[in-house]
């Protein structure tokens, strides 16, 4: 069964950083894209950004480019997200999602980790 | 990227068809297979209901279809059940190799 389980997410005052973390299991991590989308309270799903399965490649949405970071560590089954220089615009709950074979879908998804960014 | 154009709302009764659409550009929509949809019922994480278009993924009843025309696609979702609501988002992937959701439509069996 695959199961995707976030963590790291807490209240954080505006500029600063945080890490969250995505531990995965169920499927051969190694093979899979992997991506986080975010949700902020009361409103529709955003993508945040994908890392190909050996990590050599990243993409970003226009809004988090330059501030946050994704990683992977295939030898402990984990995806990350580095934060920096956060603001109030990035509240929201952050999901961590499979990526498709082909990239046509988003086919598992955790049950996300909420980060406020609140003074 | 903006995000896709869903309507804000749907309804139906049970037994009826409703159609979402998902209109983009010519680099999203318009250009890629990769669309898919996702149902998320309130307090719930989203789950894969239609991929590359048109498929659907084991276990997702064939009540539920996807197609695309041009710069938009649709959910239809036939023989409307009351566990049918939920809000549904589509998602595209583009050609700034990013992908970019809707903006949800909420579905409301009456």
């Known amino acids: 069964e695959v199961q995707l389980v976030e963590s790291g997410g807490v209240v954080v005052q505006p500029g600063g950083s945080l890490r969250l973390s995505c531990a995965a299991s169920?499927?051969?991590?190694?093979?899979?894209?992997m991506h986080w989308v975010r949700q902020p309270p009361g409103k529709g799903l955003q993508w945040v950004s994908l890392?190909?399965?050996?990590?050599?490649?990243?993409y970003s949405a226009d809004s988090v480019r330059g501030r946050f970071t994704i990683s992977r560590d295939n030898s402990k089954n984990s995806l990350y997200l580095q934060m920096n220089s956060l603001t109030t615009d990035d509240t929201a709950l952050y999901y961590c999602?499979?990526?498709?074979?082909?990239?046509?879908?988003?086919?598992?998804w955790g049950q996300g980790t909420l980060v406020t960014v609140s003074s | 990227q903006s995000a896709l154009t869903q309507p804000p709302s749907v309804s139906g009764s049970p037994g009826q068809s409703v159609t979402i659409s998902c209109t983009g550009t010519?680099?999203?929509?318009?250009?890629?297979?990769?669309v898919s949809w996702y149902q998320q019922p309130p307090g719930t994480a989203p789950k894969v209901m239609i991929y590359?278009?048109?498929n659907r993924p084991s276990g997702v009843p064939d009540r539920f279809s996807g197609s695309k025309s041009g710069n938009t696609a649709s959910l239809t979702i036939s023989g409307l059940q009351s566990e049918d609501e939920a809000d549904y988002y589509c998602?595209?992937?583009?050609?700034?190799?990013?992908?970019?959701f809707g903006t949800g439509t909420k579905v409301t069996v009456l």
């Open positions: 999602a499979k990526g498709a074979y082909g990239g046509g879908a988003f086919d598992y």
């Open positions: 169920g499927f051969p991590f190694d093979d899979f894209a």
């Open positions: 890392i190909s399965s050996d990590g050599g490649t990243t």
């Open positions: 010519s680099s999203d929509v318009g250009s890629y297979k990769r």
């Open positions: 590359e278009v048109s």
């Open positions: 998602s595209s992937y583009t050609s700034s190799s990013t992908y970019v």
